[in-house]
């Protein structure tokens, strides 16, 4: 089993370009989740989703922010445009069900100069 | 609304000290799971245990040990001998699970920074 993979691991950019956050959940997890840590608000959930559907998106910050499952084995955190206090370390998680240990991803960290 | 406190921002140790990290959590729900993640230098966070509200007796996993307490509100982590390998940041999670809007989703404490020296 890989875990959960996260790609790219760092991303460097510039303020108002679009980034694309990826995650690869563990095969046979229903539910997949998008956290995001700052110093100032630590880790915050974003969205998460079940079975490819998002239940809750109500943490995602402002219509600049957007995700979507296409299917079972990807997912996508998508930012545009992005700001300079859009830079932290955003997180994909999954896990079999809404209650179990998550297993996280290693982290993209984003930096928007 | 539920929320998790670990009022030790930072703890520093010498190895083979024993040191215990605190965590508080407030909700309302009756039924609900606590857990403990790492996160070490390297960034991954790293899955520990998991409790649920039923089950209030301490589990020790080898060095490690958790310390649930209903009455107080508490599940607290204690590593025995610490080792510099412990190094890392510590969170306390609960997630709710009576079935409300809060139901699976996991609330993070603000994370305690535990620096062992050798």
């Known amino acids: 089993d890989a875990g959960v993979i996260q790609s790219p691991r760092h991303e460097v950019t510039e303020m108002g370009q679009e980034v694309t956050l990826r995650c690869k959940p563990i095969?046979?997890?229903?539910?997949l989740f998008w956290y995001r840590q700052t110093m100032m608000r630590g880790l915050e959930l974003l969205i998460y989703f079940n079975n490819n559907v998002p239940i809750d998106d109500s943490g995602m910050p402002e219509d600049r922010f957007s995700a979507k499952m296409p299917n079972a084995s990807f997912s996508t955190l998508k930012i545009q445009p992005s700001e300079p206090r859009d830079s932290a370390v955003y997180f994909c998680a999954s896990s079999r069900d809404r209650v179990d240990g998550y297993t996280f991803g290693s982290g993209t960290r984003l930096t928007v100069v | 609304a539920q929320k998790v406190t670990q009022a030790q921002t930072e703890i520093s140790v010498v190895e083979k000290e024993d040191v215990t990290l605190d965590c508080v959590y407030e909700t309302r729900d009756t039924t609900y799971y606590l857990f403990w993640y790492k996160q070490p230098p390297s960034g991954e966070l790293v899955f520990l245990i998991r409790?649920?509200?039923?089950?209030?007796q301490n589990e020790i996993s080898g060095r490690y040990s958790w310390n649930f307490q209903k009455s107080t509100s508490s599940f607290n982590f204690t590593i025995t001998a610490s080792q510099v390998v412990d190094s890392a940041v510590y969170f306390c999670a609960l997630s709710e699970a009576d079935g409300g809007t809060s139901y699976g989703k996991l609330t993070f404490g603000q994370g305690t920074i535990l620096t062992v020296h050798p």
């Open positions: 409790r649920n509200s039923f089950d209030e």
């Open positions: 095969s046979g997890h229903d539910y």
